[in-house]
């Protein structure tokens, strides 16, 4: 369905008004809480106090003072990005837009009394409350690998010190050795994120250990943009790269961290260095707060409200909407829908039809980028996939650095969008 | 400077061979290169000779061309920056020696701007292959192109613009930053306005582009327009 803002208008005023009938009239300042300062909380954060100018009182509760992103941190592995080019601050969502940026954790949701328990004792009362939380890891989906062997097997899936022990992992790797990553299995965040970072790795075997060897064992029958990535590694890293699929057990891998073996289906490997990213399911707050079904929390197409609950807001890899990948760009795409409805519940502003978009670039060489992309809208029971495009094999050279270059403008757009 | 404005029709039934035609005549082209031929190799195997080969001129940088002895004033000009596209080749063809003055070419230069635009749509298509690289040389120049004036004459809600607009700013920053991605604000209005009907009739190309401009309707670039009409400094 198309909407122009006409038809929209004219054909859903009955849900304009209801959707936009102040919620709070006569409580002094409506009150945001938004749990979580990454891709989808710091932005939604930001166009709330924003385009509210004032009239909301937004608090971003967020533990740590500095966001590691995920994003570009296989550039950091592939030793084409620093630790301080991934590093973002909240000073400006605080100064500038006068967000309220609480560093504390949330280790309690009272829906009843609308409240959220913070780590540090205190207690804060919303009346609309925004997770968005990110992942957390399924317990026992790789056998043999917990938190408590994170450091032996780095998963380098948030953002921050997994990401540098990894990365010191592969610069110290002994010559010859072998890097095994364990990938996981769908959903998870950044469909094309594993098999970015094998190429980033190869990149620097490449340099600084040419007989080094990467396995990975995936679960999967297939994966994002493989085409597209088989082909640059042929082109690039020839027989450096070798992937166990389904076919060969993958599904049943198991890992020993003090042996520093991975066991595929009987199979055993010897790793020097094991990448273990295991399954995925929402951030723990979500749980909490009652709003998962499963692994993940449902929400609503048209404002990404909570299916459980219609005064929390679910944002990015923790919900769970139909056809978008968990992506930081599609978490970006949803707080700005959430934020505008958000507005609209408690100001009584305008709300618009919901639209979002996604593009995810992947590096697979220096200056060698590749892109998929999509656009979606809200349907009656998802998200749903408008139209999209994906890179080509075979392009040229002048292309990819191109869009390698984007993925370069877009990184600078997407922080700047998230923290001012 | 020379522009083409394309017809849709034209866009729409567009091969790879034909893309560069949006600029000037390929066939005219090669047949007005003969005048440097006797000096400069393109295509195949294309190797320096008197002057340096052509392939892949589009985004080299000036004084760059492997095997190559440059004259002084070349290398300068390549060191200060200047990078073979559709605009630089056509001021250097108009007059080589007032872009660079010391170069060692001894052609005073191609008058008619309509020659130029043949002779480097012509040039074109031993670079990267332009229908495979759709932001690049000549197409990522702005292109004029036809818009309905009742289009034109929309006026937008610019709150409404605001809200779309959020989805241009993932990528293009309101700083008018400029890395990888070309910035978008205090673009004119109708300036805005053809480039996105231009993006969205596929005249112009882009993956990412055609599809966030092909599902927006006329007033929706309209309120975008407006919107970004009255962003400040
Ligand atoms: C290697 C890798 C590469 C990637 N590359 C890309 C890419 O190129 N492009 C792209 O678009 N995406 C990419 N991603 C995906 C992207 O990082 C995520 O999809 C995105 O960060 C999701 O945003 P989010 O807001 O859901 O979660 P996050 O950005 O993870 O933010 C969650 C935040 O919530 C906080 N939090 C969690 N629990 C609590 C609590 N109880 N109380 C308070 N705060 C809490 C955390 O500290 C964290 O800061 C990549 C991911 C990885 C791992």
Known sequence: ?420 | MMRAAISLAAAACMTQAAVASELGDVERGERLFAKCRSCHQVGEGAKNRTGPQLNNLFGRRAGTAEGYSFSKAFERAGSKGLEWHAETLDTYLENPKALVPGTRMTFAGFDAPQDRADVIAYLRGFSASPANYPGADPTARQTDHDVDPAILALEGDPEYGEYLSSECKTCHQTSGADKGIPPIVHLPRDTFVAAMHAYKDKARKHPVMNMLAGRLGNEEIAALAAYFATLED
């Open chain 1, 1 to 420: 369905m198309t909407f122009d803002r006409r038809t929209f208008l004219g054909m859903g005023t009955a849900a304009v008004a209801a959707l936009s009938a102040p919620a709070v009239l006569g409580q002094g300042k409506p009150r945001v809480i938004v749990v979580g300062g990454g891709a989808g909380g710091a932005t939604a954060a930001r166009y709330l106090a924003k385009d509210s100018n004032g009239a909301i009182d937004v608090r971003l509760i967020e533990p740590t003072r500095t966001y590691f992103t995920c994003f570009f941190s296989n550039l950091y592995i592939g030793g084409l990005k620093t630790v301080s080019d991934l590093g973002h601050t909240y000073g400006k969502l605080a100064s500038d837009y006068g967000v309220n940026v609480v560093h504390d954790w949330v280790i309690g949701v009272d829906r009843d009394k609308k409240a959220v328990t913070l780590a540090g004792g205190a207690t804060l009362a919303y009346d609309k409350l925004i997770l968005s939380p990110g992942i957390d890891f399924v317990e026992g989906s790789v056998p043999g690998w917990g938190l408590a062997a994170q450091n032996a097997m780095p998963h380098a899936y948030k953002g921050g010190s997994q990401t540098e022990l990894l990365k010191a992992q592969v610069m110290a790797m002994r010559e010859g050795g072998t890097f095994v990553m364990v990938a996981p299995p769908n959903p998870y965040r950044c469909p094309p994120g594993p098999y970015e970072r094998v190429s980033m790795v190869a990149h620097q075997f490449k340099a600084h250990n040419p007989k080094a060897k990467i396995v990975i064992v995936d679960p999967k029958e297939k994966y994002s943009k493989q085409a597209l990535f088989e082909e640059g590694w042929q082109k690039y890293y020839g027989g450096m790269i070798e992937r166990l699929g389904p076919d060969f057990g993958a599904e049943k891998v198991t890992v020993d961290p003090d042996e520093m073996t991975v066991d595929v289906d009987g199979e055993i490997i010897k790793a020097d260095v094991c990448n273990v990213i295991p399954a995925q399911k929402a951030g723990r707050v979500a749980e909490l707060a009652g709003v998962t079904d499963g692994d993940w929390a449902p929400v609503h197409p048209t404002d990404m409200s909570s299916r459980a609950d219609p005064d929390i807001y679910v944002l990015g890899d923790a919900c769970h909407q139909g056809d978008m990948p968990k992506s930081g760009f599609s978490a970006n795409s949803q707080a700005k829908v959430c934020a505008n409805a958000v507005r609209g519940a408690l100001t009584g502003s305008k709300v618009f039809p919901a639209k979002f978009t996604n593009t995810c670039w992947s590096l697979i060489e220096e200056n060698d980028g590749v892109k998929v992309g999509a656009t979606y809208e809200a349907t009656s029971d998802k998200i749903a996939k408008v139209d999209g495009f994906i890179s080509h094999t075979g392009e040229d050279t002048a292309l990819r650095k191109a869009t390698y270059e984007e993925s370069e403008g877009w990184y600078a757009g997407m922080t700047a969008d998230m923290f001012g």
